[in-house]
């Protein structure tokens, strides 16, 4: 295999309509990202900062319990499901891609959860659901795709698969050096509200949790070299884009000495 040469991989061997299925389900991820974005651009997801204790989205469910349906479900229980049910190829690339994606939702779906101090104990059943729906379409075709891709003996020292690494890594640290500093804030006796956050990356962003996961999954994507991941790259970047976008609004309002200086997502650019 010459480098950059090509697929690296041959996926679905014989089955011509699973290939169609897969492509179909890959061009509705991305039909939803479209929407995401264009949703959120114009009203944030209703939680968090962005509550809207007036909206009616559900009966309410302990905020744990919603938050580990949502992620840990879909991202951890589905996806092993169709790794090892569904999929049939067995080599140290799909193995290796299994335990990046497990990395992630392990501790984004059960540790965080259980770690996390909530300031509302409760979250409507309708967004815990809204997050749930996409999560299992993206995280079945991701499965689906690493499960099934017969990759070259070589791949692994192809520059994709090695960068593609490398940012997944770097990411997954941002990610959980963020949400750390995010919680120890949340920590400080007697605190009610939201502070400032300072050091690291939120120097130069509003939101290096998101920035972090966004490089995460672009790593993804260059290392599988797949639609799967692009669509849920794009998914992604749909929802921390606008998303960041209003957090950084708010602080501003909230907060006069915000610092001027300081971005939404991608220092020095957004």
Not at 122 to 150: E, K, M, Q
Not at 200 to 229: D, H, K, Q, R
């Amino acid at each position: 295999m010459a480098l950059f040469d090509g697929i690296p991989y041959r996926l679905y061997a014989g089955s011509e309509t699973r290939f169609i299925v897969h492509l179909a389900l890959c061009g509705l991820g991305f039909l939803l990202a479209v929407i995401t974005f264009v949703v959120q651009v114009i009203s944030p997801a209703p939680y968090g900062k962005h509550e809207n204790k007036e909206a009616k989205w559900g009966p309410p469910i302990p905020q744990r319990l919603g938050h580990m349906l949502s992620d840990a479900l879909p991202g951890v229980v589905l996806f092993v499901l169709v790794f090892f049910f569904y999929g049939y190829q067995r080599g140290y690339a799909n193995y290796t891609f299994l335990a990046l994606f497990l990395a992630h939702y392990v501790q984004r779906g059960i540790v965080h959860p259980l770690m996390m101090r909530y300031r509302n104990a409760v979250v409507p059943l309708g967004i815990t659901l809204g997050g749930f729906g996409p999560n299992c379409l993206y995280h079945f075709i991701n499965a689906d795709f690493i499960g099934s891709a017969d990759y070259d003996d070589n791949f692994y020292y192809d520059p994709r698969f090695i960068l593609g690494i490398l940012l997944f890594v770097a990411g997954y640290i941002i990610n959980r050096w963020a949400d750390w500093k995010l919680r120890s804030l949340r920590n400080i006796k007697g605190s009610t509200g939201y502070y400032i956050p300072y050091g690291g990356m939120f120097e130069l962003v509003t939101c290096p949790n998101y920035f972090g996961e966004l490089v995460e999954w672009l790593g993804w994507t260059i290392a599988t070299w797949s639609l799967a991941g692009l669509v849920w790259t794009l998914f992604s970047a749909a929802t921390f884009i606008p998303r960041s976008r209003h957090n950084h609004a708010w602080y501003k309002q909230q907060f006069e000495m915000y610092p001027p200086n300081r971005k939404a997502l991608i220092p020095c650019l957004l």
